[in-house]
């Protein structure tokens, strides 16, 4: 999501290019899916690949990336290379992954206006079974979660920036131990 922000910053209106839904196919999905042969604007994608882990937005969305702005992202941040052409076992530890949400949340990579509508998206999450399963609507949170299916077994992440009255903070779950995707309730392949 965020390259595709820092190429807005560069063009604007590239998230309003729309990109054509023909097939794809390999994920089991757990939310309504994607109209085939309908057109989606890149925005409309990141807001679905983001608040409802939309699998298929997800794959569409990694076809309009620009490599440069992954692969400055990345080293900018001090995180390992990621080969977008040849994906392959990838992990992150939590301090890694904490460095995306503080680049949202203090506009380090992308304009203030890119970083809000990201923050936005995140605080749209559909998923409610997680770091805020049992809290009430009384204050914002922007997060992602994931399940990582993998040679390792499956584990679920979860990260969130909580704005709790004037003073918010941050929270991350990785599992180390596999999970049972059962407990998760969901039976879909969801990647962070």
């Not at 949340?105 to 049992?134: C, I, P, T």
Request: aromatic share 14%.
């Amino acid at each position: 999501m965020i390259s595709l922000l820092m190429e807005e910053d560069k063009h604007p209106g590239f998230l309003d290019k729309k990109v054509r839904y023909v097939s794809l196919s390999g994920y089991n999905e757990n939310v309504p899916t994607l109209e085939k042969g309908k057109f989606y604007t890149i925005r409309e994608l990141i807001q679905s690949m983001v608040s409802r882990s939309d699998n298929i937005a997800y794959d569409l969305c990694w076809q309009m990336i620009e490599p440069s702005n992954f692969a400055k992202l990345f080293k900018d941040l001090n995180i390992k290379p990621y080969d977008i052409y040849h994906p392959s076992e990838y992990s992150l530890s939590a301090p890694e992954y904490s460095k995306f949400f503080r680049a949202l949340y203090n506009a380090g990579f992308v304009s203030k206006k890119m970083s809000d509508f990201a923050l936005r998206m995140l605080a749209e999450s559909d998923f409610n079974l997680g770091l805020v399963k049992n809290m009430t609507d009384s204050f914002t949170v922007a997060r992602k979660f994931g399940i990582r299916i993998g040679n390792s077994g499956t584990h679920l992440s979860e990260f969130g920036i909580f704005y709790f009255d004037n003073d918010p903070y941050f929270l991350g779950v990785i599992t180390k131990k596999p999970i049972d995707r059962k407990s998760t309730r969901l039976n879909s392949s969801h990647r962070t």
